[in-house]
């Protein structure tokens, strides 16, 4: 039997799949930017006893292995482990919690670096103005923006391509807790390659564009690197 080379496919399951996997990873991103993001401004203004160990801990946990976080979930969740009435093991919400734990760490991590990238200057103009602690706090996210957005985007780009996390407390159950790296390992040892193959390829595009937006996000933040960019010539 002749075998044919795979072919890109669009149906309602790839779309399906496709929706779930932003609507867990825009949820999971959405509340670690609520929760990391004024511990992140906090550790970046604020000088106290422990900073570094609380840095180094923030930096061990951005490189935490998702299959560790989906292990200590699988058995926080299950119907023998203490979250187990809650019934939340296989469901989008345990995926949820699992990206969202895995995001913390590295909004906290790149929103601390942007803030303490702000001179000193702006700061001591902001309180001698008198400003109270909300005005710093809008101040400092004016001027950490780019960074800040830079953070969010780089913690979405991580949990829409985890896998081994989300494939341990969701089940990759279908049209339920199927996303788009659950599904391209299932159906790549199932032998359907076409609808593996269109996966992957909506995933290449969505890290693609992530990626572009953080190089724009970078010429933004780097006025020299953006200079550069423009004197570039390019062939005729």
Same mark, same amino acid.
């Given at each position: ?13 790839? %779309? ?143 949990? %829409? ?76």
């Amino acid at each position: 039997m002749e075998e044919t080379f795979p072919t890109i496919i669009f149906n309602d399951e790839v %779309i399906q799949i496709t929706l779930l996997s932003f609507k867990i990873s825009c949820t999971a991103v959405a509340l670690a930017t609520a929760i990391s993001l004024p511990l992140g401004i906090a550790l970046g203004l604020k000088d106290f006893r422990g900073k570094q160990f609380v840095l180094s801990l923030v930096n061990t946990l951005m490189g935490l292995p998702p299959v560790v976080v989906g292990l200590i979930l699988y058995l926080l969740l299950s119907t023998s482990g203490p979250f187990g009435p809650l019934n939340l093991l296989y469901t989008p919400s345990a995926m949820i919690l699992a990206q969202l734990i895995m995001a913390v760490p590295i909004v906290i991590g790149l929103s601390y670096s942007a803030v303490s990238t702000i001179p000193e200057k702006v700061i001591e103009q902001t309180h001698s103005l008198g400003a109270t602690k909300y005005q710093l706090f809008l101040v400092v996210l004016k001027e950490a923006r780019v960074g800040i957005l830079a953070s969010v985007v780089a913690a979405f780009g991580s949990a %829409i391509s985890e896998v081994g996390a989300i494939m341990i407390v969701g089940g990759n159950i279908r049209y339920f807790t199927r996303t788009l790296t659950t599904a391209i390992l299932l159906y790549t040892s199932m032998g359907e390659f076409d609808i593996a193959l269109t996966l992957g390829i909506i995933l290449l595009i969505t890290a693609f564009f992530i990626n572009i937006f953080l190089t724009f996000l970078q010429s933004k933040q780097n006025p020299t690197f953006r200079r550069k960019f423009r004197r570039l010539k390019f062939g005729d």
